[in-house]
């Protein structure tokens, strides 16, 4: 018997997205009926998009096998699918409000501009060296963390900081009791 389990949830006013480990989808909204459909990869990012009328109405869903997955709420319909070939997804984010245009964070470290309206609808913008863990947009500047490792670069890249944000921690010195030095007797 193969029960699944939640491996992403992410609860709105509007309602609960539910991923599972056998790529299984559930939206449940506050007013109205649950709806459900499958994915083929493993679900490893969740985000929801409010529409014009305030509503959340598209959830954006990345996967382990590389692809994203963009449908629309509440009836899980897909609208786009990309497909990357740079490993799973590990983090999302929206570049512009009232757009389809998505800079996407892979597990092999690469960073990909994905947007409909675009002539190529997904380019590699940069790659750092490791897996992305976090992605964030302040202005023209990219923010992309892989664990402690923090980068800041440009959309053109002509510009880039990386920042190992554990250097600042001071690392305490304790004595453990099951590291004791034992003194043999010596009389």
């Known amino acids: 018997m193969n029960q699944r389990s939640i491996v992403r949830s992410l609860t709105t006013s509007d309602g609960v997205l539910i991923a599972m480990n056998d790529g299984t989808v559930s939206w449940k909204p506050v007013d109205g009926r ?89 380019r590699m913008v940069f790659s750092i060296d490791g897996p992305v863990s976090s992605l964030r947009l302040d202005g023209e500047w990219v923010h992309v963390r892989s664990g402690w490792v923090h980068h800041v670069r440009s959309w053109d890249g002509s510009h880039h900081n990386v920042t190992n944000t554990s250097e600042g921690f001071n690392v305490k010195r304790t004595k453990r009791l099951d590291r004791s030095y034992i003194i043999a007797n010596t009389a």
């Open 34 to 122: 649950p709806k459900r459909t499958r994915l083929e990869g493993l679900p490893t990012v969740l985000l929801v998009l409010r529409g014009p009328m305030g509503a959340v109405d598209t959830a954006v869903i990345g996967c382990a096998d590389g692809e994203l997955h963009i449908l629309t709420l509440p009836r899980l319909e897909t609208v786009a699918k990309y497909t990357l070939a740079s490993g799973g997804i590990r983090a999302v984010c929206l570049v512009s409000e009232g757009s389809m245009h998505f800079l996407v964070g892979t597990q092999s470290g690469a960073v990909w501009s994905l947007d409909e309206r675009a002539t190529e609808r997904s």
